[in-house]
């Protein structure tokens, strides 16, 4: 049996645009811009395009430059990352400009970047590590492929669950104790891995589906949260309501080893299974449910060995 993948949205309400106009950066990387306040205060970065499909990181970034936001006290840096990825977006193929050659989002270690392996995304990585361990604070902008609920992610860290609780939205929070378990993400290199008492905060938000006008909006939104909570940029005049904020801890993270990998029934996430029911085969593999409410995110679109297939978790 062939898998057959979801149909390409009807309706690509974002689209990429051209951004030539913002690859001369200020700090020696392309596409990476920085101001600085000259007042003391936390430096924080906005990065933008880790996949270059997930589009609404894109336009919160370009609304940063176009506005000409700039900071009150400490550092401001924007950064668009995998722009290569990015620019190869066909709009017949539009979930296949996610990556080049590596998830640029699994390649933040020490073996990766000081590692002889070569491909874009490892190119981009090693260029902007400077960037990376300069900030204090990190905001990673991401989108989902099923058009589902918007969420955080971020290690177990209190000074990352303080931050998002504190801004409110989304009020979905995805919680690694253990890391994401297949491979080492942005927000966990260098000093943000470390569960300690620093200052430095870094987080992913999910800002729903790739192509909706939605996320981008809820992608600026929360950019702009981010920056005010911080004290870079006055808060907005008017709050937004906060939801009951809801919390699911990480368990198991399952890739795809064969091309047989099958769900035992249609997933676009936050779906929930009893304990030891059946979620998916892969060959020969069964992926049971490790517990009684066990809630799935971000169950592939279209399997691919190699990649995730799904991620299990738990409410905390």
């Not at 801890?249 to 029911?277: C, I, M, N, S, Y």
Request: with cysteine.
């Amino acid at each position: 049996m062939t898998h057959t993948p979801p149909p390409v949205p009807a309706s690509l309400e974002v689209l990429p645009r051209d951004l030539s106009a913002y690859r001369q950066g200020n700090v020696g990387v392309d596409y990476v811009h920085r101001f600085e306040s000259g007042r003391p205060g936390p430096h924080v970065l906005i990065n933008a395009l880790t996949h270059g499909n997930e589009i609404c990181g894109m336009v919160a970034a370009t609304h940063l430059l176009d506005t000409d936001v700039r900071p009150k006290v400490g550092t401001l840096t924007v950064s668009f990352a995998n722009v290569a990825a990015y620019e190869s977006f066909d709009i017949e193929k539009p979930f296949e400009s996610r990556q080049l050659v590596h998830n640029m989002n699994r390649i933040w270690s020490t073996e990766w970047l000081d590692g002889g392996e070569q491909s874009p995304e490892l190119q981009r990585a090693r260029a902007m590590r400077a960037v990376v361990d300069a900030a204090d604070h990190i905001l990673d902008i991401h989108s989902t492929s099923q058009d589902v609920e918007p969420f955080w992610v971020y290690p177990a860290y209190e000074r990352n669950a303080a931050l998002a609780l504190a801004i409110g939205r989304p009020p979905v929070h995805l919680v690694m104790p253990q890391g994401l378990g297949s491979g080492v993400p942005l927000i966990q290199y260098g000093r943000h891995g470390l569960d300690g008492p620093g200052p430095g905060t870094a987080v992913v938000v999910e800002c729903g589906q790739h192509f909706r006008r939605s996320a981008a909006e809820l992608a600026t939104a929360v950019t702009l949260d981010f920056l005010a909570h911080f004290g870079l940029i006055d808060p907005p005049a008017e709050a937004a309501p906060k939801a009951p904020q809801r919390r699911f801890e990480l368990l198991q993270t399952h890739l795809v080893h064969t091309k047989d990998f099958r769900f035992a029934r249609p997933l676009v996430g936050f779906e929930t299974f009893a304990k030891d029911e059946l979620i998916a085969t892969d060959g020969d593999r069964r992926i049971v449910s490790p517990c009684d409410g066990c809630t799935v995110f971000m169950p592939t679109r279209e399997p691919i060995v190699g990649r995730e297939a799904v991620y299990l978790t738990r409410p905390i």
